[in-house]
């Protein structure tokens, strides 16, 4: 699923009340909260348009009420999201909101003095050169006008720093929800054509528009530096036919959290990259005790729940990807990928290792972040960068490192990837000028020009994130995104249960593999 849908998935089963009332009762504040929706692509209120901010707005002033850098929250998938799958750290906070607003201010520094040591190195790639006067029309998952929401008010920096630098460009900012009504609103937008020449979307529904030719390529438009900047597998993953479809705006990879103080209760040393499966399930099985007062504490636990792959780094740890490089096999039939999924098997309650709670395999992200941060009886759980600024805020002693690598040999782990994509425009000034926007939107100059605006590690070497999220920027270039073709959420929907099954012990890791693949054949033989 896309970085966006993956966000909205983020929160599980739970719906948005149900989310609200967990996260209060955790003691999450309201901005982190605010902010950890806002990076899903959760529902937000009517769609909304509002033009670009004025031109004289100091981008640096604007960044500077926008609040702590954030990130993209916990799910991935492969299209709706990750992803990503996107959690813009607090806000301004409520009266009597002390810590919060401390943990904000200085965020924002930390995140200002970053984007400031880097400003003379990036290129200023603000200026267009298209020669085009007149309107855009920009589009945005979950954005509220006139800095409602933490995307708006970054979103509102953003554009009014490219509007500044090309004064006969205005543009004008729509958003639009992340839920089915909202991409179904974007869908129809982009196919009407007029309404929309650039627009942030879920990966998920690229596919269908690119086989429509509804969207331009970027292939023409990158340069030498962008070619060298952005890394090659987010460039790969918005390909579709050999042409890449979209400019790569963020990454949220799925890294290892782990709790400090059950580590050094325990005495166990903290891991470090490079570690493996081996040395993960020796430290997993001393972290796994009870305390005197009863309170069972566990060594490890991560979300299995449709579209959100936080566990699936040891399933394609042993060097086995869900489907072949083209997407024309599913390739999860194999002897590694059974081993991979027998890692994470061994993991439950019932299964060799004992590590993971009763319940794994059906918890949700407000279990996962109780556990972590309030009851602090959980030593480990593997999600992308989204809960980091929440946890800096609350000064939970946290760190994040990478995955545990299995028996391929090599570091790998999954996540989502946000995009921006430029409509099929005829008029030849107009598209280079959109094409311009997005290559902006997705630099290292946005960053500088708007402190905190990256709310997840970026697509590109250059961008420079601030603390905690630059632990996840390190995971990038290993990061395996899920397929970016229309038919990889229902594929999904099909692995799902039998993952969860052979979590459960319904079933083998051998079965569960084995037994989709005539059906995920089936659908892959009758793409275009």
Known sequence: MTIDAQHSQARGRLGRRDFLRRAAALGLSASAVGAFLAACGGASPATTTAPS??????????AASTGASAAPTSVLGGGAAATATTAPAAS???AGGGTATRAATSAVA????????????????????????????????????????????????????????????????????????????????VQGGGSVDIFR?????????????LIAPIDEFLTPEDK?????????AVSVGGKAYSWPLWVPPVGMYINLDIFKERGVEPPKAGWTYDQFIAAAKQLTFTRANGDKVYGYSGVID??????????????????????????????????GLKKLVDLAQT?????????????????????????????????????????RANKVNFDV???????????????????????????????????????????????????????????????????????FTPLVENCYITPIIAEWPQIRTILHPYIQNAVFGRTTPEAAFSEPAREINAILAARP
């Open 53 to 62: 901010a004025a031109p004289s707005a100091a981008p640096s002033g604007a």
């Open 92 to 94: 301004a906070a409520p």
């Open 110 to 189: 930390t995140a200002t003095r970053a984007t400031t040591a880097v400003a003379a190195t990036v290129p200023n790639v603000v200026t267009s050169k298209s020669g085009f006067k007149g309107t855009l029309q920009y589009w945005v998952l979950n954005y509220q006008p006139n800095g409602a929401n933490q995307t708006g008010k970054l979103m509102d920096a953003a554009t009014a720093a490219f509007t500044k630098a090309n004064p006969d460009i205005k543009i004008e900012t729509t958003g639009y929800t992340g839920d089915q009504a909202g991409f179904t609103k974007i869908s129809q937008a």
């Open 201 to 213: 979307l879920p990966s998920d529904i690229l596919p269908q528009l690119v086989r429509d030719n």
């Open 228 to 236: 060298a900047d952005i890394y090659p597998n987010m460039l790969t």
């Open 306 to 339: 449709p579209g959100i792959v936080n566990t699936w780094p040891f399933i394609i740890g042993d060097g086995a990807l869900p489907l072949s490089a083209d997407n024309k096999q599913y390739t999860w039939n194999t002897p590694q990928a059974v081993s």
């Open 351 to 391: 299964g060799a290792h004992k590590v993971a709670p009763p319940d794994f395999g059906s918890q949700a992200t407000a279990d996962m972040l109780t556990s972590f941060q309030d009851r602090k009886v959980l030593a480990m759980y593997s999600e992308p960068s989204g809960a980091s600024s929440g946890y």
């Open 401 to 471: 490192v990478p995955m545990p690598i299995g028996a391929s040999g090599k570091p790998i782990t999954a996540g989502g990837i946000g995009l921006i994509s430029v409509t099929a425009i005829k008029d030849r000034a107009k598209l280079t000028a959109a094409m311009d926007l997005g290559r902006y939107l997705t630099s290292a100059q946005v960053n500088v020009d708007v402190p905190g605006f990256y709310l997840a590690p970026g697509a590109r070497k250059s961008v420079k994130v601030a603390d905690p999220i630059d632990k």
